[in-house]
């Protein structure tokens, strides 16, 4: 769509937000609160990282690395420093945002295996840092003491699940409206073209490594905002969360949902947020449960979840609307 | 239009241009012919920015644009139809031809779509499937977008890599009438590189040979046509008499 002036686009963001804030008053349970709020905080990583894999075509398996980079840099200038936390955690974005970008500009140059060999290793090398970093933290096992957010003295510690559940979703949404917004401009047309022909796109006049990096530093950017906020809202990080592991979820969610699609990172991170707490019972097994997943998933539905379930949409639509059908076929 | 002066080009240690030298003159239909592998798609890919040369110069009009980058190539006038057409297939037939105009989107959003308005007048078939993705439509249509896309950002010289690569004889035909027509309408300038020799003699002016990063051979459409050398090589005529 180039001119999208209609509301319709909207119905899907303002649904999502009467959900989100039905949700926890429905809820009640403080712990599923809790994951939610986790849910919020992947969301805004792997919005990002669709942006990267779905729609610019490039892929990373380092963002746990900067989502880390975020929480720590956030985390130990507020406790090391005495920095207020909204002041750390805008440093650690824009902190992350430089080593994004010093990273980018020579690692989007590779393709396929190897970008995602480099990112992997970026991932690992940050993990190591974090890892070796006890010499900082004076605690091995991790950061200790961070400080939560502070509002008008409203203090939104752990013990304030509405507030972070709030707080955490407000930004996330704000970053898929923003997200969707760049999607639909002359922006999101040249991502889509570099993912379509790099060839062809770099023939238009698109500066295909300026854009590449962009996107990039726009996914780790919401990375760190994620870090921050996990920093500030848990109070304790440890080194364990931010390595590959994570990284793959993250782009699992990505592929589960539906790359080139924002909706499919919503659905995808939810899926798999939720799952472990589902599969409790089989809890050794979660690895290889989203490994089968994965493969379903590549198989019967490359489009991802969204992606499908617009597809029957559609089908059903036509089916039981036989004059869209004949303007199809007409 | 353009001038090009022993241009070398190489991939890693593997040289794909030696010393190539043409010109094509402003509205003049120039065609490139040569097998697969004699460097054309490199030749094109030089002009555009997208490979640099190691020696020798492309002058446009007046400028010295050797090594330029692509995205001021594009701006100053040209604009390339890359073989295989290389269309975005994710996008739709409207989007893929905005994308043409990606350097003047911004600033002259309404000039833009005029001048899709122009591209449909030219492809009557683009404007039908215009909300379709590019990747749904046949083989002639899809070189109708490329070529549609590459008209998009209005250039003075456009470069058709191939446009007849893997199209029914007479989609061929149909294509070839829109490039003449392009040259009386829109006195687009255009350098055609092919390597089905017929065809692209009968629109062409004037031709080049290149075989292995040289030029070979060159002259107008007609001594090109009557070349015993040619008929052979690239025509499929004569073979037998050649070599008795």
């Not at chain 1, 923003?178 to 570099?194: C, D």
């Not at chain 1, 490594?209 to 906020?229: D, E, H, M």
């Not at chain 1, 979660?286 to 992606?307: A, E, K, Q, S, T």
């Not at chain 2, 241009?17 to 239909?29: A, F, K, N, P």
């Amino acid at each position: 769509m180039i001119k999208d002036s209609s509301y319709k686009k909207h119905i899907p963001t303002v649904i999502l937000a009467i959900i989100l804030i039905i949700y926890p008053f429905a809820s009640g349970n403080n712990y599923h609160i809790n994951v939610m709020t986790l849910v919020g905080l992947y969301t805004m990583i792997v919005v990002g990282l669709n942006l990267l894999m779905g729609y610019a075509g490039q892929i990373s398996l380092g963002h746990a690395g900067f989502f880390g980079i975020g929480a720590y840099c956030s985390g130990l200038l507020n406790v090391k420093m005495g920095l207020p936390p909204w002041i750390s955690a805008i440093i650690a974005i824009i902190f992350t945002a430089g080593i994004a970008y010093f990273i980018g500009i020579p690692t989007l140059k590779l393709k396929g295996h190897y970008l995602a060999m480099a990112t992997l290793g970026f991932g690992e090398v940050v993990h190591v840092i974090l890892s070796k970093m006890d010499w900082l933290t004076d605690n091995p096992d991790g950061l200790a003491d961070i400080k939560p957010f502070g509002l008008f003295g409203i203090k939104f510690d752990s013990s304030f699940v509405m507030g972070q559940y709030f707080m955490a979703w407000i930004i996330a949404v704000a970053i898929l409206v923003i997200s969707m917004n760049i999607t639909n401009s002359r922006v999101g047309r040249a991502f889509k073209a570099i993912h379509g022909s790099e060839t062809a796109a770099s023939s238009m006049g698109v500066n295909i490594a300026k854009y590449k990096v962009q996107v990039f530093v726009l996914s780790a950017v919401y990375a760190a905002v994620a870090g921050c906020l996990y920093a500030h809202f848990r109070q304790f990080i440890a080194p364990s969360i931010f390595q590959l592991h994570t990284s793959i979820t993250l782009v699992t969610m990505v592929v589960i949902g539906g790359q080139g699609n924002i909706w499919g990172a919503v659905l995808g991170t939810v899926l798999l947020t939720w799952l472990p707490e589902w599969l409790t019972v089989a809890e050794e097994y979660d690895i290889m449960f989203y490994g089968i997943l994965l493969m379903v998933v590549m198989i019967f539905m490359p489009d991802g979840l969204v992606g499908r379930l617009t597809t029957l949409f559609h089908r059903l639509w036509s089916r039981f609307s036989p004059r869209t059908q004949a303007e199809e076929n007409g | 239009m353009i001038r090009i002066q022993s241009l070398s080009t190489f991939y890693g240690n593997i040289q794909a241009l030696r010393g190539v030298s043409l010109h094509v003159d402003d509205g003049e239909i120039v065609t490139l012919l040569g097998a697969n592998g004699a460097g054309k798609t490199s030749l094109l890919n030089t002009i555009c920015g997208l490979v640099n040369s190691r020696s020798g110069t492309v002058n446009f009009g007046e400028k010295d644009i050797t090594n330029t980058s692509p995205e001021k190539i594009v701006k100053l006038g040209i604009s390339q139809v890359p073989e295989g057409r290389q269309l975005f297939s994710e996008l739709s037939v409207k989007e893929n031809l905005i994308m043409g105009a990606y350097q003047h989107y911004r600033k002259r959003k309404k000039e833009v779509y005029n001048h899709l308005e122009q591209i449909f007048h030219i492809f009557p078939i683009l404007k039908e499937r215009q909300e379709q993705q590019a990747g749904t439509l046949s083989g002639g249509e899809q070189q109708m977008l490329a070529i549609g896309r590459a008209l998009m950002s209005r250039p003075k010289l456009l470069l058709l890599d191939e446009p007849s690569m893997g199209l029914a004889p007479k989609i061929v035909s149909e294509i070839f009438k829109i490039i003449t027509d392009l040259r009386e309408q829109q006195k687009t300038t255009i350098l055609l590189v092919e390597q089905n020799a017929h065809v692209a003699l009968k629109v062409a002016d004037r031709g080049y040979i290149l075989e292995t990063g040289r030029i070979v051979l060159q002259g107008s459409s007609e001594e090109l046509l009557e070349n015993k050398e040619i008929k052979r090589a690239y025509l499929g005529r004569g073979y037998k008499e050649v070599w008795e």
